[in-house]
């Protein structure tokens, strides 16, 4: 396979197996490019093996063929400049939302008046000034993955991945964080790679959506993404994300995941 030169992350002729060479494939033949700068969301249905495949990326499981770099560096564990949010918002609840936005910080280095007041003005930024103070249970759902997203940027990665971090959340908060994922990556420009179920989410964040079927998880289409920036959340009602969106859903009909009745 032929490597773009402007290729961030490359995942290479990717097998996963857990347990045995026996054993049922989680993922089989992942080839997939990551251009810097790219908002990339994997997209498909439970078991299909997207989180493993972030998991790879991330260096938290290793791959049982094929590679997986980063930078032009084979990823070995977790890469430096990466920053995590998972799907549960992973605080302490014995740290207050601050100290746990500084958890990751304090792992590498003594934390410093600078980095605190760096990391309370992040969590002003997501509309959480006067909560520095507060425990992770004080909080709702959509404030607390508020939280988690500031640790995951306070070291401000280049790379950012998200493991269906708004999942959990009601529809009107899913609604106003991904307007928020929308707005960082249009600021930053960072290497975001997005797992999600939704069709809708992926289409409205992404440059690119990478579908994928189950059984074992393979690529079955990548979808570039030709919607204007910025991307207010009635975009969705527009003719053109609602080709990109039917064209998905006809993608999953064809293989069975979606039923059209």
């Known amino acids: ?35 810097k700068g790219e908002f990339v969301s994997i997209l498909g249905p439970s078991g299909c093996g997207k989180s493993t495949l972030l998991k790879c990326v991330a260096g938290l499981e290793n791959v049982t063929s094929g590679r997986i770099s980063a930078r032009g560096e084979a990823i070995k564990g977790p ?38 007041e760096r990391a309370k003005a992040q969590l002003a930024r997501f509309g959480l000034a006067g909560y520095e103070d507060k425990r992770p249970w004080e909080l709702s759902g959509g404030m607390r993955q508020r939280a988690s997203i500031c640790r995951a940027l306070l070291t401000d990665p280049d790379i950012l991945l998200m493991d269906e971090p ?60 030709d919607l204007p920036r910025p991307r207010p959340l009635s975009l969705r009602e527009t003719p053109d994300f609602g080709r990109y969106s039917n064209h998905i859903r006809q993608v999953f009909t064809k293989l069975g995941i979606v039923k059209d009745a």
């Open 1 to 35: 396979m032929s490597v773009p030169q402007d290729s961030y992350i490359q995942v290479s002729g990717v097998e996963k197996r857990y347990g045995g060479p026996e054993t049922a494939l989680t993922l089989q033949g992942i080839d997939l490019n990551i251009r």
């Open 79 to 116: 890469p430096a400049g990466l920053g995590m949010v998972f799907q549960r918002d992973m605080l302490l609840d014995w740290r207050t939302i601050v100290e746990n936005v500084l958890f990751n910080v304090e792992l590498q280095q003594k934390v410093t008046p600078e980095i605190r």
């Open 166 to 225: 708004f999942g959990a959340l009601d529809a009107m908060t899913r609604d106003d964080l991904n307007v928020e994922v929308a707005r960082i990556w249009l600021e930053t420009r960072k290497t975001i790679v997005f797992i999600t179920h939704s069709i809708s989410e992926a289409v409205f964040l992404s440059d690119k959506v990478v579908i994928l079927d189950r059984h074992p998880g393979r690529i079955i289409e990548v979808l570039d993404i």
